[in-house]
């Protein structure tokens, strides 16, 4: 059974810095692509950044390019997404995915599996 677990949201000031964690268990993590999504209230799900199964190839959301690093620990089955600078559009919750595939994937549809989620949540 495939779990991914996404932790370290929380309240941040506009600003300031968070980093969010997705560990996974149940599958070859090595061999997945993992992207991180967000979706705010009343809208629609959208990527923001994906890294290779083998944590050498990277892609952002022009949204997220300058402000987020997504990085990978295949020996721990990890993900992580630093996002720095926050505004208070970053508002969301933030999902991991996992795609048993060699490319960089960009949209929901192309995932195979998900976590549940993890709130962030920007104040002024």
């Known amino acids: 059974q495939v779990q991914l677990v996404e932790s370290g949201g929380g309240l941040v000031q506009a600003g300031g810095s968070l980093r969010l964690s997705c560990t996974a268990s149940?599958?070859?993590?090595?061999?997945?692509?993992m992207g991180w999504f967000r979706q705010a209230p009343g809208k629609e799900r959208e990527f923001v950044a994906v890294i290779s199964a083998s944590g050498t190839g990277w892609a952002y959301a022009d949204s997220a390019k300058g402000r987020c690093t997504i990085s990978r620990d295949n020996a721990k089955n990890a993900v992580y997404l630093q996002l720095d600078t926050v505004k208070f559009e970053d508002s969301a919750v933030y999902y991991c995915?996992?795609?048993?595939?060699?490319?960089?994937?960009?949209?929901?549809?192309?995932?195979?599996?998900w976590g549940q989620g993890t709130q962030v949540t920007v104040s002024s």
């Open positions: 149940g599958l070859q993590f090595s061999k997945y692509a």
């Open positions: 995915a996992a795609d048993y595939t060699l490319w960089l994937p960009q949209m929901t549809m192309d995932y195979d599996y």
